[in-house]
């Protein structure tokens, strides 16, 4: 399953980015950061703020955990 918070996590250290700097792009304090941080699902439009912040389209992480599930399948 995807853990949404650790991922977003995960990108802003690859990108060097500091916590201060990110709560900073998402008018919030610091501790909501972490607060995301440890996030296992997220409200799509905060996802997408954050994808834009970060130039990264976590979407795709749970497109992939479909594709992985093969939900979409027409065999019943």
């Known amino acids: 399953m995807v853990h949404i918070?650790?991922?977003i996590e995960a990108e802003l250290?690859?990108?060097e980015r500091s916590v201060t700097w990110f709560a900073k792009k998402l008018?919030?304090?610091r501790t909501n950061v972490y607060s995301i941080f440890k996030r296992?699902?997220?409200d799509?439009?905060?996802l997408l703020r954050i994808s834009i912040i970060l130039h990264q389209?976590?979407?795709s992480y749970y497109v992939n955990e479909l594709d992985k599930r093969d939900f979409f399948s027409t065999k019943p």
Do not use: D, V
Request: aromatic letters at 16%; proline letters at 0%.
């Open 57 to 59: 389209n976590f979407f």
């Open 44 to 46: 799509t439009a905060l």
């Open 5 to 7: 918070g650790k991922i």
């Open 27 to 29: 008018y919030c304090e």
């Open 13 to 15: 250290r690859r990108q």
């Open 40 to 42: 296992t699902s997220i």
